[in-house]
């Protein structure tokens, strides 16, 4: 069983620039989360995915925006990069909308420089 | 919203010891509450979980415990190993969702051989 991958696994962008992360769900996993993990802090939820359409969304401004797509797979883009969107990017995978456990992939590292 | 805080924020035992790891929530409606553990520079692991049913929940050297009347979950880890060594992050549902989650600060947990 393939578990939640994520890709780039580090990336350094300029200020006011746009990024896109990419997740791959669990195998049967239907519902994707994203979150953000600043250093030294504890995951953020940012959104939820499910049924290709958001469902629920954290404290984060409209240029978060995100995808998913029929097979599962999910993208996270960032508009207008700020300083303080460096952090490490969390993609969760939960086998139903309704189930309570979420499994992490190993993150995405995002530099804004 | 749900407030999560969690103490200690860094924790040092002894090799063989035991370590406790306490956590609070707000939302008296929290149904569910997950213990993550996260390696250096990888995505967090779930390790334990318990339900509101239940006050303990043991997996080998690993228990948690709840107590709904004083809201607050805890995560024991008994004679501990060098391996334990990480930081810990608790977690509680935000209100009227199942998987979508508020987490705690970590607990850096340093075991000493």
């Known amino acids: 069983e393939t578990g939640v991958t994520q890709s780039p696994t580090h990336l350094i962008k300029t200020r006011g620039q746009q990024v896109t992360l990419r997740c791959s769900s669990q195998s049967g996993h239907n519902t994707v989360s994203w979150y953000q993990q600043a250093l030294g802090q504890g995951p953020q939820f940012i959104f939820q995915?499910?049924?290709?359409?958001?469902?629920g969304r954290g404290n984060f401004p409209p240029r978060f925006s995100g995808l998913q797509f029929p097979n599962y797979s999910s993208e996270l883009n960032v508009n207008a990069l700020e300083l303080d969107d460096s952090a490490l990017y969390l993609c969760?995978?939960?086998?139903?909308?309704?189930?309570?456990?979420?499994?992490f992939g190993e993150g995405s590292w995002l530099t804004v420089v | 919203g749900e407030n999560v805080e969690q103490h200690p924020s860094t924790l040092s035992v002894q090799e063989g010891d035991s370590a406790v790891i306490k956590c609070t929530y707000s939302d008296s409606a929290s149904n569910y509450f997950p213990w993550y553990k996260q390696e250096l520079g990888k995505g967090p692991q779930l390790i334990i979980d318990i339900r509101s049913n239940v006050g303990e929940k043991k997996d080998q050297r690993i228990a948690v415990t709840l107590n709904k009347t004083a809201k607050h979950f805890s995560l024991h880890i008994t004679e501990t190993q060098p391996e334990d060594s990480a930081v810990y992050f608790c977690?509680?549902?935000?209100?009227?969702?199942?998987?979508?989650?508020?987490f705690g600060t970590g607990t850096s947990l340093t075991v000493i051989p």
């Open positions: 969760a995978s939960s086998p139903t909308v309704s189930g309570n456990t979420i499994y």
């Open positions: 995915y499910y049924r290709e359409e958001e469902n």
């Open positions: 977690a509680a549902p935000t209100p009227n969702t199942g998987n979508q989650f508020y």
